[in-house]
């Protein structure tokens, strides 16, 4: 089984920056694809930014130059940093994976965290 944990949430101030981490363990060969999505109460899930293991990246367009995402390979981590976060940028972010449990590339997985609250006061 995989696990996938994110951290780093909490209550910052409008223009105030946040650090989220998302950590997995478990059976995986390789991680493809590693996402932050957010969900806004009342709202669908969004994708927020995503990397691929050779670190082609894309964001939605209401975070370009503010956030940015990473990973470390070596530790299967990724990470997302927010700066000049908004109001609007309130919501459970969530981490996730799709990736390979072996060197067969079959099948592939898909995983997601449990979230984390981001909360952004005016």
């Known amino acids: 089984q995989v696990q996938v944990v994110e951290s780093g949430g909490g209550l910052v101030q409008a223009g105030g920056s946040l650090r989220l981490s998302c950590a997995t363990s478990?059976?995986?060969?390789?991680?493809?694809?590693m996402g932050w999505y957010r969900q806004a109460p009342g709202k669908q899930r969004e994708l927020v930014a995503a990397?691929?293991?050779?670190?082609?990246?894309n964001y939605t367009d209401s975070v370009k130059g503010r956030f940015t995402i990473s990973r470390d390979n070596a530790k299967n981590t990724g990470y997302l940093q927010m700066n000049s976060l908004k109001p609007e940028d309130t919501a459970v972010y969530y981490c996730?994976?799709?990736?390979?449990?072996?060197?067969?590339?079959?099948?592939?997985?898909?995983?997601w965290g449990q979230g984390t609250q981001v909360t952004v006061s005016s």
């Open positions: 990397i691929t293991s050779i670190g082609n990246t």
């Open positions: 996730k994976i799709t990736g390979y449990y072996s060197g067969s590339y079959y099948p592939r997985f898909d995983y």
């Open positions: 478990g059976s995986i060969f390789s991680i493809n694809v």
